[in-house]
């Protein structure tokens, strides 16, 4: 699946906006990786810089659900804490692996992520929005 920023993934947060269309060039390089494979450093600096991009937009994300009484913030948390999880496992699980493994890895994880991103800013995202307009 191949994601590109359009205005229907904004939640009306200029910040968090920005945040999601970087996740998204992000993500787009690492789905191209597989077509035109980068080096194995420049597909771990991107791995590091979407880890810790997440990491700041989630903390800003969570910070401004609060600040703008969303109810369902905690379990929005949860959702994240996930990801993180799993993308620090898959970075592992990268840095650890031979040729052929890191290969399989930028095969399946940008369209993973492109899923994963997209259900995430069109539902629980989304779930905010209404919070955002009444500000």
Known sequence: ???VWDETLAVGDAAIDADHRRMIELIALLEGASADPPSDDRIA?????????CREHFSREEAFQR???FPDHEDHRLG?????KRL??????????CAEVR?????????????WLT?????????????????
């Open 1 to 3: 699946m191949s994601i």
């Open 45 to 53: 600096l991107t791995l590091a810089e979407l880890s810790a991009l």
């Open 67 to 69: 600040t703008i009484g």
């Open 80 to 84: 994240h804490e996930m990801l993180l």
């Open 88 to 97: 620090d496992a898959v970075m592992a699980h990268y840095a650890d692996g």
């Open 103 to 115: 290969a399989g890895i930028v095969r399946t994880l940008g369209d993973s992520l492109a899923t």
């Open 119 to 135: 259900t995430h800013i069109t539902t629980s995202d989304m779930e905010f929005q209404p919070y955002v307009r009444g500000r």
